[in-house]
Structures are given as structure tokens and as C-alpha cells.
């Protein structure tokens, strides 16, 4: 459908106005919000990633492409809750406690976001069992967490000593990152996932919740 | 004539600072070889504009001798068993703690970006801010230098390099006793309780000023086969480079 196309070309420029402008269109012309999501947006956002991975752009192309689809979703996400349309998952993230840093969850935000998960966003300096308590509350599929400083990773394993606790393990998944994180460290505490840079946890998000 | 202990507030304007594209656009994954969209450009300058705009640049140094750097530098007692900065220091001729910092309202810009879904301005003034903070740190550097170069205290086979705690086996913890040490909150950078510096955008560390053989080390240690980047090689590189 050329509406459809023109939304993920322009996604894919990076041009947030025209996305609105064409999003606008397609709601105009009465194609569903699914399929403006999924064939437009997401679609476009997914090309992206390819391009990213293949090196063919680089994390500002990525980064001006989210923005486009944010503008789209804005237009988009009344009618799915008016329709009562669910997302494709649901995740909790924070940068965990003592850590302020929160450049690096932000950007994984952003990307799942336009992969068309829910995103709830604790912010950083989030101790474990505000984690704890959120996923539980929000029924989230999976905990992402994010530490920069080697001094706060610890934080991670109780997070995941908890959901032990409390038998959610398997339940909800976890998954972590931040420049000292390391597969190795992700192992030993018993994550389900590592994340090595924002694309490449939106990836593993999505085997975690079944969606690839 | 041995000179007495330094301890400078370092003025610092913008216009010192000199920042490098292509270490920019490699925080950003951008090879400066590698074509990229005028719109990343774009970004770029806009990013530069608002970092001048925003920062409040700041520096603090102030020469430790070797005894007292020994018991800044074992901290809690947390580094590796074995790190480079161990045999390093002892060999130095000199010693000078550190800490700058580009202020507050950087970082707060960059939240805003953020939260205006600014991503990619937001994400690339993060890349100039960590730029500029490195270049404000060089700057510190540079200076203790000259006030030892002042008193013929530096030579051709001088070399001069910065370590900071969370590198190299020297522990994150370091940074309590060095800035007991330091007092960086004179240039207003205070340390959270699990030792991390506010503001975010701020370097703490030691400058080793010695012979440049005493900073060639191999980096086989335990905890090298962690390390993602490996800067040091670059580092020692640079020193004996003509």
C-alpha cells in the first residue's frame, strides 16, 4: 500500500513530520492502526536495523529514525487504546541503584518502543525491589537493567535473587547491559540475556518474549 | 631545586577545549572514513553549539608525594591483586591528583533532549560532552606540566600519563580517599556513596609524570582479557610515538 510505504521511507529519512503527515493520511483512509504500525512503522524501524547491523548507518540514522516513528505512534496510540488493541510485550527498565547513568537505557527504550513493545521506564538509581515490585504489578514479560559502574552490577543479581524468592523466575525474564557488563558476568547471575549495545538488545527482548 | 607542593584551581574557557570529531563520531559507532548523511553533520554542529553553550568547564590539581599517593591509591582495599599502576607510580618523579569536570547543566540538557524526544541530539551531545570532559582533563594535565617544565623539571624523555579508579584493577572505590585527598568539591564535583561523581560529566585520577618507559606495561594482567577496549595500548603508543 503506497501510504504505508511512504511512512516507512520517510521513517527511514529520519523525517518525523512527513511520518505524522502520512500517519495522518492513512488514518484518513481508514487503514486499520495494526496495519499502519506493523506494515509502516515497524516495518520501517526493522529495515533499519538491518542497515544498522550491515553498517550501511550508523546510531544517529537510528536514533533520528525512532524519533519518526514516535511521531507516528503518538497519532496511533489513542486508537489502540481506545481499541484496546495490546502491545507486542510488555518490559520494565531502569539503570539499577547507586547508578545514575542512563544514556545507554534510554537508548534501548527508545528502540524497543519502536519495536512495539510497552516500555516502562523507572529511571535510574532503581533499587531491586522497586524492580521487583513494578514487574509484578505491570505483569511485564521481561527486566532490563543497566549498569555503568562496576560497583552497582551486585544490584543485578539480587534482582534476579528476588524474582527466585518470589518463584517468577522463568516468568519474567531479565536482561542486562552497561559498558563493564560483560555474557560471562550475565551467566554467573543467572540473566536470561546480555545486551552489548541497544540494537542488539531489542533482539534478544524479542527472542526472550518469543516475538522472532 | 625541588618545588613545593601544587595545588591549582584550573580556569579553563571554552574556547580552550578543543574538541575531536573523529572521537566524537567514534562514541556515536562512526568511522570518520565512512561517509555518513548531512543530517549526522548537522547534528554534530548543533551538538557543539549547545556544549558551548551549556558547560561551565572546570579543573583541580594538586601534586601528592609517593607515600601518601600509596595509601590513596590502596583505597579500601579493593583493586586487583596485581595492576600496572602498582610498579608505575613508584617509578614516578612526580604525582599530581586530579578532577574536572564540565558542570550540571550539560547533563541537564541532555535529559531534556531526551524527554523531547530529541534522541539523536541528545545521544550525540552525550558523545561531545564525554569529548569535552576528556579534553578539559588534558588541559589539568598540560598544566601541571608547565609549572613543572617552569622549573626544567621535564625533559625530552619525560612522559606523562593519567590513570583514574574503575581502569586497569585500580578499584572504583579509589575515588573515596583520593577525593578525601583532593577536595574536588571545590570545583563542585562531590562522590555518591557507591562512587560515582556528580556531576556525571567529571574525570578523577592521577597524573604520573616520569620517565615514558615507566608507563609501558603488556596488558596481560588478570583483568585485561575483560576489557572491551584496550585504550592502553593507544596510550603507551602515543607516548614513544616521534
Redesign the interface.
Known amino acids: 500500500m503506497d501510504i504505508l510505504n511512504k511512512i516507512s521511507e520517510h521513517l527511514q529519512l529520519?523525517d518525523d513530520e512527513k511520518v505524522r503527515i502520512f500517519t495522518k493520511e492513512a488514518i484518513k483512509a481508514k487503514i486499520s492502526p495494526k496495519e499502519i504500525l506493523n506494515d509502516g512503522l515497524i516495518f520501517g524501524m526493522d529495515i533499519i536495523g538491518k542497515k544498522y547491523k550491515a553498517?550501511e548507518i550508523?546510531?544517529?540514522?537510528v536514533?533520528?529514525a525512532?524519533?519518526a516513528m514516535?511521531a507516528g505512534m503518538d497519532l496511533l496510540r489513542p486508537m489502540f487504546i481506545k481499541e484496546g488493541i495490546p502491545t507486542i510485550g510488555k518490559v520494565v527498565i531502569g539503570t539499577v541503584?547507586?547508578?545514575?547513568?542512563?544514556?545507554g537505557k534510554?537508548?534501548v527504550g527508545?528502540m524497543l518502543k519502536g519495536a512495539g513493545f510497552e516500555v516502562i521506564d523507572l529511571g535510574n538509581d532503581v533499587s531491586p525491589s522497586e524492580f521487583i515490585e513494578i514487574a509484578k504489578k505491570e505483569d511485564v514479560s521481561v527486566i532490563g537493567m543497566s549498569a555503568l559502574?562496576?560497583?552497582?552490577m551486585p544490584f543485578m543479581k539480587i534482582v534476579i535473587d528476588l524474582l527466585k524468592e518470589e518463584g517468577l523466575i522463568g516468568q519474567i525474564k531479565t536482561i542486562i547491559g552497561g559498558?563493564p557488563v560483560?555474557e560471562?558476568f550475565a551467566r554467573e547471575i543467572g540473566a536470561d540475556a546480555f545486551g552489548y549495545d541497544s540494537i542488539n538488545a531489542i533482539e534478544k527482548v524479542k527472542g526472550l518474549t518469543g516475538m522472532t | 631545586m625541588k618545588m613545593k607542593i601544587i595545588r591549582e584551581i584550573v580556569e579553563i574557557r571554552i574556547s580552550d577545549i578543543k574538541l575531536e570529531k573523529a572521537n566524537v563520531f567514534k562514541n556515536?559507532?562512526?568511522p570518520l572514513n565512512?561517509e555518513?548523511?548531512l543530517?549526522?553533520e548537522t547534528?554534530f554542529t548543533e551538538a557543539m553549539e549547545l556544549f558551548i553553550e551549556f558547560s561551565h568547564p572546570k579543573g583541580l590539581v594538586s601534586e601528592i608525594p609517593i607515600p601518601e599517593f600509596e595509601v590513596v591509591y590502596f583505597g579500601e582495599g579493593l583493586n586487583e591483586k596485581k595492576t600496572p599502576l602498582d610498579e608505575i607510580f613508584k617509578k614516578a618523579d612526580y604525582l599530581a591528583l586530579f578532577a574536572v569536570t564540565i558542570g550540571e547543566k550539560l547533563s541537564q540538557k541532555?535529559?531534556e533532549l531526551?524527554e523531547l524526544?530529541?534522541?539523536?541530539l541528545?545521544?550525540?551531545l552525550?558523545a561531545v560532552a564525554s569529548e569535552g570532559t576528556e579534553k578539559v582533563a588534558d588541559i589539568v594535565e598540560n598544566r601541571f606540566s608547565e609549572l613543572l617544565a617552569k622549573s626544567d623539571e621535564i625533559t625530552s624523555s619525560t612522559g606523562i600519563l593519567r590513570y583514574c579508579p574503575?581502569y586497569c584493577g585500580w578499584?572504583?572505590?579509589g575515588q573515596k580517599k583520593l577525593f578525601e585527598f583532593l577536595h574536588p568539591e571545590d570545583i563542585g564535583v562531590t562522590l555518591?556513596?557507591?562512587?560515582?561523581m556528580?556531576p556525571?560529566k567529571s574525570i578523577s585520577g592521577v597524573i604520573v609524570i616520569g620517565e615514558k618507559e615507566i608507563h609501558n606495561f603488556i596488558d596481560s594482567y588478570a583483568f585485561c582479557s575483560?576489557c572491551?577496549t584496550h585504550f592502553c595500548r593507544d596510550r603507551i603508543s602515543e607516548l614513544f610515538r616521534e
Do not use: C, W
Not at chain 1, 541503584?97 to 544514556?103: E, M, P, S, V
Not at chain 1, 559502574?149 to 552497582?152: D, E, S, V
Open positions: 529520519g553498517h550508523f546510531l544517529p540514522d536514533l533520528l525512532a524519533k514516535y541503584q547507586g547508578d545514575l547513568h542512563d544514556i534510554n537508548l527508545i559502574l562496576t560497583t552497582t559498558a560483560t560471562e | 556515536q559507532d562512526i565512512r555518513h548523511s543530517k549526522v547534528l541532555i535529559g531526551f524526544d530529541e534522541f539523536a541528545g545521544s550525540m552525550d574503575g578499584h572504583m572505590s555518591l556513596d557507591s562512587y560515582l556528580k556525571l575483560q572491551k
